[in-house]
């Protein structure tokens, strides 16, 4: 059996706050720590119950998403890490060859309160990201962007928001609850050495119902219908150049809200994440 394990920092045991998860927080290095148990963890449960490999891609996105310590990570893994990756951020080795997805350390969407530093993509300039309408969080992407291969997500590690987020999209996904959401950033923790027992029995426990096909991956229903609302707007002489440069975009008068649609959802996470650069950058998007 194999399983494709997508680890991000903000879910991870331990973790509070957005310093945490930055370079310059005084418990970043104790967070990848964290964050590598976490997924060693998963690995050690998934493989007790007989899945034979397991790969993990780093979808952090500090440090060039690079952030386990491998040196200590599960020898027997493979990691993808690093950026770019020739196309979506995140999932860019998933295929129909695996058997699940486990989504470690992830956290809730910008529109779920009180999610432990919750967000979609982008905490600095997205005030909200919609799917048809509503708020969506990254794990479900990558659950549908799992089920358009036909591969299951079997696993969430994270607080309980958005444990209970991927419960209401994945039918009989399994939970590792490892902190209690009291606001954007404070917790009642579970420390990591517990967590990473619960994370354990989570994942063996995940891979047996997978076995038995208890676990129903989420119905796609293209083509998936975005809204990126921006914190900040951008001005006229950008949209513009949106509109030249990027057609598939459309962007609000106001220039707060990109919207945009597409049929597969690799490609519709990595649009989304294109209106990171439109709003970071905009002296580039000019020269278009």
């Known amino acids: 059996m194999r399983i494709y394990l997508s680890v991000d920092m903000e879910g991870v045991s331990g973790v509070t706050r957005w310093a945490d998860v930055v370079t310059r927080g005084q418990d970043y290095q104790a967070a990848r720590r964290w964050m590598t148990g976490d997924v060693n963890a998963a690995v050690a449960g998934a493989r007790a119950a007989g899945a034979t490999e397991v790969v993990v891609e780093e979808n952090h996105g500090t440090e060039m998403l690079c952030n386990l310590l491998l040196d200590e990570i599960d020898a027997d893994v493979d990691v993808v890490r690093g950026q770019p990756r020739g196309g979506a951020t995140t999932m860019w080795a998933l295929d129909g060859s695996f058997d699940a997805v486990f989504l470690v350390g992830h956290h809730a969407s910008a529109g779920d309160y009180p999610g432990i530093c919750a967000h979609t993509i982008s905490h600095t300039h997205y005030k909200d990201v919609r799917l048809g309408g509503r708020s ?7 659950a549908l962007a799992a089920a358009q291969y036909g591969v299951p997500t079997a696993l969430i590690t994270g607080d309980d928001v958005v444990c209970g987020i991927l419960q209401k999209c994945c039918p009989g996904i399994e939970t590792a609850v490892v902190k209690q959401a009291v606001s954007r950033e404070a917790a009642r923790v579970v420390p990591p050495a517990r967590a990473q027992v619960i994370i354990r029995d989570a994942a063996a426990r995940a891979v047996e119902r997978v076995r038995a096909g208890a676990v129903d991956a989420p119905e796609p229903d293209p083509p998936f219908a975005f809204e990126v609302e921006l914190r ?49 950058q905009p002296e580039r998007v000019r020269a278009y």
């Open 136 to 142: 969506v969080s990254e794990g479900e992407m990558f």
């Open 232 to 280: 900040e707007p951008v001005t006229d002489e950008v949209r513009a150049a949106v509109a030249r440069r990027f057609p598939e975009f459309w962007v609000s008068a106001d220039g707060r809200v990109f919207a945009f649609s597409a049929d597969e959802m690799g490609l519709a996470f990595r649009m989304a994440a294109i209106v990171q650069f439109l709003a970071e």
